[in-house]
């Protein structure tokens, strides 16, 4: 599949589980996620979903809670998309906005100490 397509789909994919969890959506740990981006397979069989929240909770647990909701969240997706398949999805902590904060905060430190 080209990858504008893919690219089109990844947008889409984010947008509707972003909109998912945002009006349909019971539990207060799905209502804290922001979704960061998605990354469909090829084939779409498998999608890759990053998200953050705002929760004070390790990581782990809210990736394990996160993931026990993907059926619900794949089945609300398939209703919202016109694909053939809905890809099986996995939710991964994103670490990329916090890492990106250290890295400030170094900078600003290294700033401070001229």
């Known amino acids: 599949m080209p990858t504008h397509k893919i690219a089109k789909i990844n947008s889409e994919v984010t947008r509707s589980i972003?909109?998912?969890l945002f009006e349909e959506a019971k539990d207060e740990i799905l209502k804290s996620l922001t979704i960061t981006g998605?990354?469909?397979s090829k084939d779409l069989s498998y999608a890759k979903i990053?998200?953050?929240s705002l929760l004070d909770m390790d990581k782990e647990k809210l990736v394990k809670e996160v993931n026990e909701a993907s059926s619900f969240i794949r089945?609300?997706?398939?209703?919202?998309?016109?694909l053939r398949h809905t890809p099986i999805l996995e939710f991964v902590y994103d670490d990329s906005i916090e890492y990106a904060n250290n890295i400030e905060r170094i900078i600003d430190k290294i700033h401070q100490d001229d």
């Open 18 to 20: 972003s909109q998912i």
């Open 50 to 52: 990053y998200f953050t």
């Open 38 to 40: 998605a990354k469909v």
């Open 75 to 82: 089945t609300k997706l398939a209703q919202s998309l016109n």
